[in-house]
């Protein structure tokens, strides 16, 4: 039976072994020679990582044979990249990295071979590096987080302000048909006006900052070719910012509307409340990994919040219909 020393040099071989086997895996289908490369050098430095911890189970009288790669977890980060893509994929793989440092930093404390703590604390000083290599494969940062901020601020708004319209109308109208279209109307307007909002507050934003790089350009003497395409650069984010918002708003609307499209009575509004509950959560999900946040805290409090104000505002419409008699057919 395994001592508790040995189980955890056991989970540590296999971690590496299993990102080991993921690195090879993604370079092995990748198109982008400057990404093969980085990943290649991030496996190779994994085995290396796994050949300190599998001395280490040689020396506990251990068999490192037994233990294999986590194949359901190169499996499932191969699924992410090709349906998230890098960014968030490299997201995750930051997190992994920020834990083993932690969970290495603690099995040092009780090390006593010198050789074996020099060995661990490089081991430790790779993990640290691993974040320089995960930022060159990922595109540019300032970019992607407009993108993720756009479309938290689009999907949230448009899940939730048209999941409580819809809710307050249940209490006061019958029709699901009427509840549907009045929805689709919110909806729409709700599109136009986030879109331009979103492009009003983004222009401002970037037309302070194309004064600033024309400004810097006349002091460095920076070449008018470089400051033309950074101008470019700082004005597409504004129609990007736009548009995600814009999108993300009625594909998030869409959601509570769907229910109401068939004649389920109340029942709609349970359905369109669980939709909008787990859509928020699985979106609040991945803007987590985006951002390295806590996953379980995000998407817990976005599903909660979207259900509170359902709530509310079906509270107002029953409070209407019961002492204003306001029903409609």
Same mark, same amino acid.
């Given at each position: 039976m395994m001592g508790e020393e !040995?189980?955890?040099?056991?989970?540590? &071989?296999?971690?590496?072994? +299993?990102?080991r086997e993921f690195y090879r895996k993604l370079a092995k289908?990748?198109?982008? =020679?400057? $990404?093969?490369?980085? $990943?290649? &050098?991030?496996?190779e430095m994994e085995e290396s990582h796994s050949e300190f911890w599998m001395k280490r189970l040689i020396k506990l009288g251990s068999?490192?044979?037994?233990?294999?790669?986590?194949?359901? =977890?190169i499996f499932f980060l191969l699924f992410l990249t090709r349906i998230l893509g890098n960014n968030l994929t490299v997201n995750l793989l930051e997190r992994g990295e920020v834990e083993s440092i932690r969970k290495y930093r603690d099995f040092l404390k009780n090390m006593k071979d010198t050789d074996e703590v020099n060995a661990l604390k490089s081991i430790i000083n790779d993990e640290i590096g691993h974040e320089n290599v995960f930022e060159q494969m990922g595109i540019n940062r300032e970019a992607y987080l407009d993108r993720i901020q756009a479309f938290i601020y689009g999907m949230s708004d448009g899940l939730v302000e048209v999941l409580a319209a819809i809710a307050g109308l249940t209490a006061i109208i019958s029709n699901n048909f009427i509840i549907a279209m009045s929805g689709l109307v919110i909806g729409v307007g709700g599109t136009i006006s986030m879109t331009l909002g979103a492009y009003l507050s983004k222009s401002s934003e970037i037309e302070y900052r194309i004064r600033n790089i024309k400004r810097e350009s006349l002091i460095t003497n920076t070449s008018t070719h470089k400051m =033309? +395409?950074?101008?470019?650069? !700082?004005?597409?984010?504004t129609k990007v910012s736009a548009g +995600? +918002?814009?999108?993300s708003y009625i594909a998030g609307a869409a959601f509570p509307i769907i229910p109401f499209l068939f004649p389920l009575g109340i029942l709609s509004l349970i359905i369109a409340v669980i939709l909008v509950a787990a859509v928020q959560a699985v979106s609040n999900s991945i803007i987590a990994i985006?951002?390295?946040i806590s996953i379980l805290k995000s998407s817990s409090r976005a599903a909660i919040l979207s259900l509170l104000a359902a709530a509310i505002t079906y509270t107002i419409g029953f409070i209407f219909h019961t002492y204003f008699h306001i029903y409609i057919g």
């Open positions: !040995e189980k955890l040099v056991s989970e540590f &071989y296999r971690d590496e072994i +299993t990102d289908r990748s198109r982008n =020679k400057v $990404l093969k490369e980085k $990943l290649d &050098y991030l496996a068999e490192k044979n037994e233990i294999k790669p986590r194949g359901v =977890k =033309k +395409t950074e101008i470019e650069n !700082e004005e597409n984010r +995600t +918002t814009g999108l985006a951002l390295n």
